[in-house]
């Protein structure tokens, strides 16, 4: 048969810089972050024409890391534009992050042209060596008129399967070369069919014939569409313990919604675990004791085979389509009269309960970590997003922030990169807001806890966020000293090194960059910034003055520790 494609000769052609615009509106993102350089300048001309939001960072682990946080918020694809030679050295940290958080982003890497390269240059200016083996996908575009091929195949790389990174290195000639008018189609979903009928009858078995079940679910829950799903099972009286983006697709009200850091405490107790969406790594003590009992039965549901059987044994493994199953589960629990107790949970959390709360409006003067947590979930509103960072703050954000819509909190974890949750906030910031035009109304505030050691690294971004004028509350847990490092060295030597900061007023630093700054150091000021802060449209940071002592608690007391190491370095 004769071909029925277009004769290229007979199209309309357009730069490419265009065509790549075009391309990258067409998969549904509006807003790209780019770091300023003059070898992408006609893209970034292209995409302010095409009426994209365009957000310049600071640094390139910053842009890319708030690329990440907005495909977190948004589930699109998250676009980020730096220069290839200098700075894709910069950008890794960030494209790592993303990596083990499975965020589908697109990084266009721009450089100089073929013609400008030195034969004798020592290493190649790709470098496609330091990115290939970790991401996705990782290809320099030949040649102009396949920009729109390769773009289209970043894309179905990063979104495919489980999402990661997608890298794609651009000459900066081919910008502004003439091709053919003609975009390549979005990619498209193909999702797995739901579970067998015989295994929806296994799992709804298992699970009625359980005293203490749980389900634990992680950010492949999000990516699925298991939220329905997840909720009614919780309305059943089956608790879900929801991890990174997974948080928040049961709201976090006991006693079926729980953070899974906070309330891991209690997993040995579960007779059945459901796990949905998630690998059984070491921040979930690798699924076993003593983070879990020994004799637990495993339900693994996940569209990627390699997550389930990570570590453990699973007693009932399904590869299907992850919010259909649940839904599935969950609808055939109701049909037979299926009703759990989740009171067990309370009970088994509630000395770590009283706990936290014997921390909050204290009769110290001095305020303590968790009276952060328990200030912010207090005077936010219920569709607040949140992102944590650093050390001891994040460990105790866990113990009273808590969450109610999905895809709504975001953290450096797994891979831990201490920093990089001011761009993730950037991002999840910027997702929000076009979330927010979407639906006709105003963006729900970002808030981003760190550390005074955490926010250091990305202080610049503070001129991000001031520019793009974006709702996000920087809270820094101020304790003038990298806290958990100066705490362990002083139990474990009695000593410390290197771990002091000095007393920087970071309110100052925000008001310097154009932001509201604030400092406060008493409850009261505390809970007023805070209702300031969500009033007032734009940037906020708040430098929250803490006892410097507070942290201490978090090695001594199990009570107290929601991050949790120890149990895995001390087993036999």
């Not at 296994?202 to 359980?210: C, G, N």
Request: charged fraction near 20%; aromatic fraction near 6%.
């Amino acid at each position: 048969m004769p071909s029925t494609a277009p004769d290229p000769r007979s199209l309309k052609s357009v730069i490419a810089a265009k065509l790549l615009a075009r391309s990258i509106l067409a998969t549904g993102t509006a807003t790209v972050f780019a770091l300023a350089g003059a070898t992408h300048a006609p893209l970034l001309m292209a995409l302010e024409d095409g009426g994209a939001t365009i957000i310049g960072g600071r640094h390139e682990s910053g842009t890319v890391g708030a690329a990440d946080g907005y495909a977190r918020r948004t589930g699109r694809i998250g676009i980020a534009l730096i220069v290839a030679e200098q700075g894709l050295q910069n950008a890794l940290t960030a494209i790592m992050t993303a990596a083990q958080a499975n965020s589908p982003i697109v990084v266009i890497a721009t450089r100089f042209p073929d013609s400008w390269i030195e034969p004798a240059i020592s290493y190649a200016v790709d470098r496609h060596e330091l990115t290939a083996p970790a991401i996705k996908f990782s290809r320099t575009v030949p040649s102009a008129d396949r920009l729109a091929e390769y773009f289209a195949a970043a894309c179905k790389a990063a979104t495919e399967g489980v999402p990661g990174p997608s890298l794609l290195v651009l000459p900066m000639d081919m910008m502004t070369q003439d091709v053919a008018d003609v975009i390549a189609s979005p990619p498209v979903a193909m999702p797995l069919p739901p579970a067998r009928i015989e295994q929806i009858a296994e799992a709804v078995a298992m699970i009625a014939a359980a005293d203490r079940p749980i389900v634990v679910v992680d950010g492949g829950a999000a990516r699925g569409d298991a939220g329905a799903g997840l909720r009614a099972l919780a309305a059943l009286g089956v608790p879900v313990l929801g991890n990174a983006l997974g948080r928040g697709l049961v709201p976090e009200v006991a006693p079926t919604g729980y953070p899974w850091p906070y309330a891991q405490r209690a997993a040995a107790q579960a007779d059945v675990v459901i796990i949905v969406g998630a690998e059984m790594s070491m921040w979930f003590g690798y699924g076993k004791a003593p983070r879990f009992a020994t004799d637990a039965r495993f339900i693994h549901i996940d569209d990627n085979a390699r997550a389930i059987g990570r570590n453990i044994p699973v007693e009932l493994p399904i590869v299907a389509h992850i919010g259909d199953t649940v839904t599935a589960i969950a609808d055939t629990l109701a049909a037979d009269g299926y009703r759990g107790d989740p009171s067990w949970l309370t009970h088994a959390l509630a000395e770590r309960a009283a706990r936290v709360d014997s921390f909050v409006d204290r009769a110290e003067p001095a305020i303590h970590q968790i009276e952060i947590g328990a200030a912010l979930d207090a005077a936010l509103p219920e569709d607040r997003l949140l992102v944590g960072d650093g050390a001891d703050i994040l460990n105790f954000t866990f113990a009273r922030l808590r969450l109610h819509q999905p895809r709504s909190y975001a953290d450096h974890l797994p891979l831990g990169a201490m920093g990089m949750g001011f761009p993730l906030a950037v991002g999840m910031a910027a997702g929000e807001a076009d979330l927010a035009r979407d639906r006709g109304g105003e963006p729900a505030p970002t808030v981003l806890v760190s550390g005074d050691g955490a926010i250091g690294f990305f202080l610049a971004e503070l001129d991000t966020i001031r520019r793009a004028a974006l709702h996000l509350i920087v809270v820094v847990s101020n304790d003038s000293k990298w806290g958990t490092e100066y705490h362990g060295q002083q139990l474990a030597y009695g000593r410390t090194t290197n771990t002091e900061l000095g007393a920087s007023d970071y309110a100052a630093i925000a008001r310097a960059f154009g932001c509201a700054g604030e400092s406060v150091s008493d409850r009261p000021a505390l809970k007023a910034a805070i209702i300031a802060a969500v009033a007032r449209p734009g940037p906020t940071l708040i430098d929250v003055q803490v006892d410097p002592m507070g942290g201490a608690v978090r090695k001594v007391d199990p009570l107290l520790g929601m991050i949790l190491f120890e149990d895995i370095a001390k087993k036999t």
